[in-house]
């Protein structure tokens, strides 16, 4: 498959083959490639293409994927109703 057709980010359009140029050129860290392409940097915040370009980097480098991937989602994960944040409370 052609690799410049391979979307590796959804959220930005990044494809395959613009991440693994990217690493060529020296970027070998998930967040330099985030910084410099905006991969990562959408509504999902990396939680799909983040393994991804780790991967990719750790490929290429040769580096192990621990050393590469160390994912820094900002809890809380999903959405959160206010009454959980305030807590619930009987005053009636």
Same mark, same amino acid.
Not at 15 to 42: C, N, P, Q
């Given at each position: 498959?052609?690799?410049?057709?391979?979307?590796?980010?959804?959220?930005?359009?990044?494809?395959?083959?613009?991440?693994?140029?990217l690493?060529?050129? =020296?970027?070998?860290?998930? /967040?330099?490639? %985030?910084?410099?392409? +905006?991969a990562?940097? #959408?509504?999902c915040?990396? @939680?799909?293409?983040?393994?991804?370009?780790?991967?990719e980097?750790s490929?290429?480098? =040769?580096?192990?994927?621990? /050393?590469?991937? %160390?994912?820094?989602? +900002?809890?809380?994960? #999903?959405?959160?109703?206010? @009454?959980?944040?305030?807590?619930?409370?009987?005053?009636?």
């Amino acid at each position: 498959m052609d690799e410049e057709k391979i979307i590796v980010c959804r959220c930005e359009d990044i494809t395959l083959k613009e991440i693994r140029d990217l690493i060529h050129e =020296g970027y070998t860290t998930v /967040e330099e490639i %985030k910084r410099v392409s +905006r991969a990562g940097m #959408g509504p999902c915040q990396g @939680k799909t293409c983040g393994p991804i370009i780790a991967r990719e980097i750790s490929k290429i480098t =040769g580096k192990p994927i621990e /050393e590469v991937y %160390k994912p820094s989602n +900002r809890p809380p994960f #999903g959405g959160l109703f206010f @009454k959980e944040i305030v807590g619930e409370s009987n005053e009636e």
